[in-house]
């Protein structure tokens, strides 16, 4: 099993940047890909970005592409959400969560075994 902790959320204006965190603990960090998700309020959770174990390849929603960065630091069993140019729409809990070692990054919250607590981003117009 691993444990996953969210952190960076906060308040921006548009147009600026936010760096969120999820710190993993409990089974090697390298025997997952990694995920980010997020819920609006009265939506359902959507997939944002995702990365395989070792950082090699990544995916994106195409609302985020070009916008936000997904990267990982295995020896720091952390992996990140670099959010640039924000958007009042992307006003939401962003969760990251871990699913299995695999050559395919999910896209879908039930492929996800493993997931934080969430943290909440808002941007204002």
């Known amino acids: 099993q691993v444990q996953l902790v969210n952190s960076g959320g906060g308040l921006v204006q548009a147009g600026g940047s936010l760096r969120l965190s999820c710190a993993a603990s409990?089974?090697?960090?390298?025997?997952?890909?990694m995920g980010w998700f997020r819920q609006a309020p009265g939506k359902e959770r959507e997939f944002v970005a995702g990365t395989t174990w070792n950082g090699g390849r990544s995916y994106y929603v195409d609302s985020v592409k070009g916008r936000f960065t997904i990267s990982r630091d295995n020896a720091k069993n952390t992996v990140y959400l670099q959010m640039n140019s924000l958007k009042p729409e992307d006003t939401a809990v962003y969760y990251c969560?871990?699913?299995?070692?695999?050559?395919?990054?999910?896209?879908?919250?039930?492929?996800?075994?493993?997931w934080g607590q969430g943290t909440q981003v808002t941007v204002s117009s």
């Open positions: 969560a871990a699913h299995e070692r695999s050559v395919r990054i999910g896209v879908r919250t039930y492929e996800y075994d493993y």
């Open positions: 409990g089974r090697t960090f390298s025997s997952y890909n």
